[in-house]
């Protein structure tokens, strides 16, 4: 009867006195992390404010990443046929709506320009050429990137220009 009491430590000693498997944890290769980031550099005056410095306008690498982060805004604008593509290069809003949803598609849209004439600026200069050419150029570009029914803006006779939804 003794025996049957030390039953039930007989797996946890046998489970104590066997080797486990030996299980690796190092890689063959160094793990890459691919890290993409914006750093804002605050100066602080005397009063103690804090204000963000500028940053340049040929910093293409910002205005790239913050056209990626509110790509998803503007498609929604332009499907919902709010905003149209402009024959330079710019975003316009044909119809606002009310309210605070207003304000942000016209906020939206406005910093999506802002950050448009920054690479167009640069293209400019690598280019040399005029920015209204580099303005035109993206202008033809991005309407032929445009989906079916979305504003586009179109030539038509006499150096006019119209707005049709693309076919």
Excluded: H
């Excluded at 005056?45 to 963000?52: E, I, L, V």
Aim: glycine residues 6%; contains cysteine; hydrophobic residues 35%.
């Amino acid at each position: 009867m003794r025996i049957f009491r030390w039953l039930p430590a007989v797996p946890l000693l046998l489970a104590c006195s066997c080797k486990g498997p030996t299980v690796n944890l190092s890689t063959p290769e160094p793990i890459v992390v691919d890290i993409n980031m914006r750093v804002d550099i605050y100066e602080r005056s005397g009063a103690g404010a804090a204000k963000p410095k500028a940053a340049p306008e040929t910093d293409t690498s910002g205005a790239d990443a913050r056209r990626r982060a509110r790509m998803g805004d503007i498609q929604t604008f332009k499907n919902s046929r709010l905003v149209g593509e402009n024959r330079m290069g710019l975003l316009v809003v044909r119809d606002q709506p009310e309210g605070s949803y207003g304000k942000f598609v016209a906020k939206t849209v406005s910093e999506e320009n802002a950050d448009r004439m920054v690479v167009m600026r640069k293209l400019a200069a690598e280019r040399s050429m005029p920015i209204e050419d580099v303005q035109e150029q993206q202008g033809e570009l991005w309407s032929n990137r445009s989906f079916s029914g979305e504003w586009i803006e179109v030539p038509q006779d006499n150096n006019t220009w119209r707005w049709v939804q693309k076919q």
